[in-house]
């Protein structure tokens, strides 16, 4: 039997693929298995320090993305003998990646697009794993879509189970077991409190790259000391009635030299303006996004990130070219703020090519990690099908090992 440690991006599509091929799985999952409209419920607290967004529940934070499904990583693995181009293509026709059709383009995200044309910058539609037959452009994708109607691992933990796959959810895998650096099992802990061990000589752990990582530090390995986070501000001001909103969230795209850029409505930027005759439908806004240095660490269960200086210039960068966008679009220079700093991509903490290897192996035999923690660098930009390329190549190594 293989044991999956979380239904995320990284484990879902793993037990899928295992189970449709027959091999016995068992998923351990920490949250509960909620509705995608109500998964906002399940987001991890945070503290003044670092607001860095997860979820805990049956799909991980696949049921809050905005669904933007960006090819990347395909060259920069290669360096380090992983080869994910098949799996890209194989994942973009799994989830439906495609650019939306014109109907689903409101008025914000043209002006964004004909603002950021006219003054010289190259801008394309997000691709999107959402099917317009189903969603209302009501802004909520990070919420949990009220429609369902983009893609999440929830699909996928679905067709697994369907294949004969168990899920144990609201039960959390506390330790690994081992033996002569073979891997043995997990002990698990429910919400109840009661404690269990699972024997699996093949554990695949998909737990976040917060999480994975301090699961592994109780096995006295040097997991979470690179990570990363992808930083991202949303900058924004007063254009009365643009009414974006609620429009499909991040629907275009600009990839700048050191950053990205997509249209993004925050709900904190009407409250730094604390005006009440500002409505949320007279703000246009867009997130900067860069790829930050790997200099984050977790240490007793904290996440400890700073900025370095490079970090910091690539925001102002990409600030600067978001508020040029901005002025071109119409919104009143005087009212243009920010969001503070925020990270939604946590990776970089069990990283390929340093603790496990191009089959995603750690030192012990029989334990896998495949998440976003393996991720060497950071992307900057959204890692969900690099994710899911790799899990899928994962998932075929276990099958070819397993039908041995
Ligand atoms: C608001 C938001 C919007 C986003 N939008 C996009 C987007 O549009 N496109 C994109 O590419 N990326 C997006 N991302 C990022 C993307 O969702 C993450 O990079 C991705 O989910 C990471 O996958 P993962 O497998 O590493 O972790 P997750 O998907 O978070 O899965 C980890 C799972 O493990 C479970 N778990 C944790 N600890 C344990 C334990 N001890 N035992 C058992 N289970 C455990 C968790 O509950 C969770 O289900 C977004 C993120 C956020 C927060």
Known sequence: MVLIIGTGVGGAIIA????????????VEKGPFVDVKNSYKYYDEVDDYLDLSKTTCVGGSSVVAAGNGVRLLE??????????STELDEVEELIGVHQLDDSHFGEGTKTFMEAAKSIGLSVIKMPKFIREEDCVQCGKCAWGCPNNAKWTSQDFINIAIENGAKLISETEVTDILTENKTVKGVKIKSTNGSIKTI?????????????????????????????????????GGVLKNISYSNEVTMNALIKGRNFVLAPHYSVILNQNLDDENIKKEDILSIMIKIPDDNHGKIVNGKVIKENTIKDIRFIAEGAATAGAILVEAGVDPNTITSTRLRGAHPGGTVPIGDMVDSNLKTEYDGLYVSDASVIPEAPGAPPIIAILALSKRLSKHLINKLSK
């Open 75 to 84: 060259e920069e693995l290669k360096r380090y003998d992983v080869d994910i």
């Open 199 to 235: 024997e699996s000589d093949i554990v695949v752990l998909s737990a976040g790259a917060i999480d994975s990582a301090i699961i592994l530090q109780r096995l006295g390995l040097k997991a979470g000391e690179k990570l990363f986070i992808d930083p991202f501000v949303t900058v």
């Open 16 to 27: 899928m693929e295992l189970a449709k091929s027959n091999i016995p799985v068992t998923i």
